[in-house]
């Protein structure tokens, strides 16, 4: 794999965890059944609340709040990440089978998860990490199902690896969770989209150019005609 060491850009610094996870929250439409995975995705039930947005926990929950807070805690409400979430009213309980109906069945609308890797086709790289020496050993969970389940895929990551290695390849080198699943890339850097041309640069954090954004991405990227500034 090529590697692009982080640089220093001058304006905003990188976006934090939750900002990724608030930018996305504002893709979502008022109406949308929604999964989200672990890591980065989990945070974007903290950015929904009043609006008419169904989260689904995998677990087998439908409609999730927020992560919980002291005092709110209820052993049998958690998320994917197993963190503690609060109910909303209407929210259902079903067990894992009917869960997993539902996302094969392709009720989902979205789909948000983490990647470890993202190709150029918009190949998922999720499970396994080479570098760590397990072999074939990972933990791929439901993401497989919710990859070529859901309606779209919007992927929830870091630009780099805490290495410095890009993680928008022209090919992925690790294992494949899902090939040519993915729609929408949203980083701590930019927003991409995922077409039949390749990825384009949509997006980009105050401060950061289309170039600097290419620079550390190792995969090429077309700039949108309405290339613009990310808002929050």
């Given amino acids: 794999m090529s590697k692009i060491m982080k640089i220093t850009l001058p304006g905003m610094p990188p976006l934090e965890r939750e900002m990724i996870a608030l930018r996305i929250a ?32 995998e677990i ?15 052993q049998d409400r958690i998320n ?19 869960s997993f109906a539902m996302i094969r069945g ?7 998860l983490g990647a470890l890797q993202v190709s150029a086709r918009g190949d998922l790289a999720g499970w396994n990490t080479p570098a760590r020496g397990l072999g074939k050993r990972g ?3 439901g993401s497989m199902d919710l990859a070529v389940g859901a309606k779209k895929v919007i992927v929830a990551m870091e630009h780099f690896t805490t290495n410095g290695e ?27 989209e995922v077409t039949a041309k390749g990825l384009v640069l949509r997006e980009a954090i105050p401060g950061v150019s289309a ?8 995969a090429p990227l ?8 990310m808002e929050l």
């Fill in 106 to 112: 392709g009720c989902m609308d979205v789909a948000v």
């Fill in 139 to 141: 933990n791929i969970g």
């Fill in 26 to 57: 504002n893709m979502l439409e008022d109406g949308a059944y929604v999964n989200l995975g672990i890591g980065i995705p989990t945070l974007v039930s903290n950015w929904i609340e009043g609006r008419d947005i169904i989260i689904q926990s």
């Fill in 166 to 192: 890009p993680k928008i390849l022209t090919e992925c080198s690790y294992p494949l969770t899902a090939k040519a699943c993915v729609d929408v890339i949203v980083t701590n850097y930019a927003l991409i």
């Fill in 60 to 74: 087998g929950m439908l409609k999730c709040g927020p992560l919980a807070e002291e005092g709110e805690i209820d």
């Fill in 211 to 218: 170039e600097e954004v290419q620079k550390m991405t190792a």
């Fill in 222 to 229: 077309i700039v949108a005609e309405d290339f613009h500034e």
């Fill in 80 to 98: 994917a990440s197993c963190q503690f979430v609060r109910d909303m009213p209407g929210t259902s309980y079903f067990n894992v089978e009917t």
